[in-house]
């Protein structure tokens, strides 16, 4: 089946420094979506990203889907250690399983 | 939004015992749920795929006659670790899905840390 990979593994930011995760596949995705995952908690649903070359906002949070949908990014502009957890984009989705990245564990120092 | 609860949010048992967690979907009808597990540090891996009234689908190397999956209603599915060992210490979350394929989030429960001695 498909998979995707998600780089970096962990990311240290200064508070108030950007953060971008990536994720990559080697084949044409039909959608992505992307998680968050505090410490101790369960996925939370972030967004799902569809057509190529989307680029979606909530508030800091850009989320892009590349324009061969293969690849996808999640960027936070100045972060805050409320943004601290493990973000994971996923394949699939609806009645489908989801596939999920391994994960960029994002870390915040006040 | 939709509301997944999980039930119980933590248990220790000894080894050898089994183990039962409910997955519940509160507020809406779940026509497929998903069964996953979490080490620590790492991602969620599927187990299997749940729907009501039918036998569930397994991922390679899930052993079906250990980890028991009953879907009785389209609001309920419940996963019995049998016979639990260390191993088998993890986290386990329930996902629940209303909607048509890729169309749709799954709604996440709150997970299950089971914690083998």
């Known amino acids: 089946g498909q998979q995707v990979m998600q780089i970096p593994q962990y990311q240290h930011v200064q508070e108030g420094e950007d953060f971008t995760t990536y994720c990559n596949s080697s084949?044409?995705?039909?959608?992505i979506q992307w998680y968050k995952q505090r410490p101790g908690g369960h996925p939370v649903f972030l967004i799902q990203?569809?057509?190529?070359?989307e680029v979606k906002k909530q508030k800091r949070l850009t989320f892009q889907f590349g324009e061969a949908k293969k690849n996808s990014s999640l960027h936070i502009t100045a972060t805050q250690t409320t943004d601290v957890g493990t973000y994971f984009c996923?394949?699939?989705?609806?009645?489908?399983?989801?596939?999920f990245g391994k994960g960029t564990r994002l870390s915040v120092i006040a | 939004g939709a509301v997944v609860s999980q039930h119980p949010s933590w248990v220790i048992c000894k080894s050898g015992t089994s183990v039962k967690i409910e997955c519940r979907s509160l507020?809406?009808?779940?026509?497929?749920m998903f069964w996953y597990r979490q080490f620590p540090k790492q991602s969620l891996m599927l187990m299997a795929t749940?729907?009501?009234?039918?036998?569930?689908?397994?991922e390679q190397g899930v052993e079906k006659d250990k980890f028991l999956i009953n879907h009785a209603s389209l609001t309920l599915s419940t996963l019995t670790v049998t016979s639990a060992h260390p191993e088998d210490s993890s986290f386990y979350i329930c996902?629940?899905?209303?909607?048509?394929?890729?169309?749709?989030?799954?709604?996440f429960g709150p997970g299950t840390r089971l914690l083998v001695l």
């Open positions: 996902s629940a899905s209303a909607g048509l394929a890729n169309q749709e989030t799954q709604y």
């Open positions: 084949t044409t995705l039909s959608n």
């Open positions: 990203l569809v057509k190529s070359g």
């Open positions: 996923a394949l699939g989705g609806g009645n489908t399983p989801l596939v």
């Open positions: 507020d809406f009808q779940a026509t497929t």
């Open positions: 749940s729907n009501e009234g039918s036998k569930a689908t397994y």
